[in-house]
């Protein structure tokens, strides 16, 4: 009976380590250890055993067996329950090497790098940046600015109304700015002489979009007010700009012009070495009808005012071939600068 056993004990701990998962286990532990299992045969055996020596030995061995078949799977068990927790964190495990290489950080946009590059030599030749609003009246886009109703000059600027009725006011009087120059009068309102401001903003006009037009683009206005400004500051401010944004080899020059804002007045240009002149913007000394407007006696202070375009600047600096490009957010073109 001692040989049947053994030969039953090696054969339910094979099987036990043979178990590949945790129900298969379960029903070998019914089979071998429940009551009417294979080994509990054994324990109705030892009944009929003759002496109580034999009886004895026999028990004995019977239980050693059992605690044996019992530990094994036990010891199976744990094993098998071990490895399902990790097969299943294995397959909920998330995959966070996945975006390990950074997504390509953006920059600033063409026009705002233009936009802060201006402002930065500005501040540097003593200036300091105002702002005044986007959608302005007629009086300090135009009239205060020496462009009465019915002025002819009006007519150039293709301007943008809007619905809005200012209280008090009258329908039509409400616009899109059609440049940065009514900031000069807001300037004047509000500050006391000296004045040495720069405003660039937003400005709009009744275009249609093509290589050198948009109905929406950018300008800078430059405004002086001080004691004995002369055209000579002027000049000297210009070039100095010129010369800190587009580099020493650079030199601007003044071709007289017409502007209803300033008198005498003048257009901008600026070239490298010997290449062509090209065309920047506007300027002159500021009209003594503006000064008025802005609060300011002509009598006791003079000034000098400029403008231009930020877009064409940033179209020049990188010869951008079509100003549109600019605003098509193609990757292939924004990514270049
Ligand atoms: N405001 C003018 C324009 O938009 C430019 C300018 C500004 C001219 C200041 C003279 C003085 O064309």
Known sequence: MIDDLHAARDGALAEIEAATDLDELTRLDARLLGKKGELADFKKRLGGLSTPDEKRTAGQAVNEVLAAVGAALARRRDELTVAARAAAVEAERLDLTEFVSAPTRGHAHVVTQAWERLEDVFIGLGFQVVEGPEVETDWYNFEALNMAEGHPARGEFDTLFVDHVAPGGTPGHTL??????PVQIRAMQAMEPPIYVVAPGRVFRRDTPDATHMPVFHQ???????????????????????????GGDFSSRLRPSYFPFT???????????????LELGGCGMVHPNVLRAGGIDPEEWTGFAFGFGIDRMAVMRHEIADLREMYTNDLRFIEQF
Do not use: C, N
Not at 176 to 181: A, D, E, V, W, Y
Not at 223 to 241: C, N, P, Q, S
Not at 263 to 272: M, Q
């Open 176 to 181: 899109l700015r059609t440049h940065t120059s």
């Open 220 to 246: 800078i206005e430059g405004l002086v007010i001080d004691k004995g400004i002369t055209m000579a500051h002027l000049a000297g401010t210009i070039e100095a700009f010129t010369k800190a944004f587009f």
């Open 263 to 277: 008198e005498p007045s003048a257009e901008f240009d600026i070239h490298r070495g010997g290449g062509d002149w």
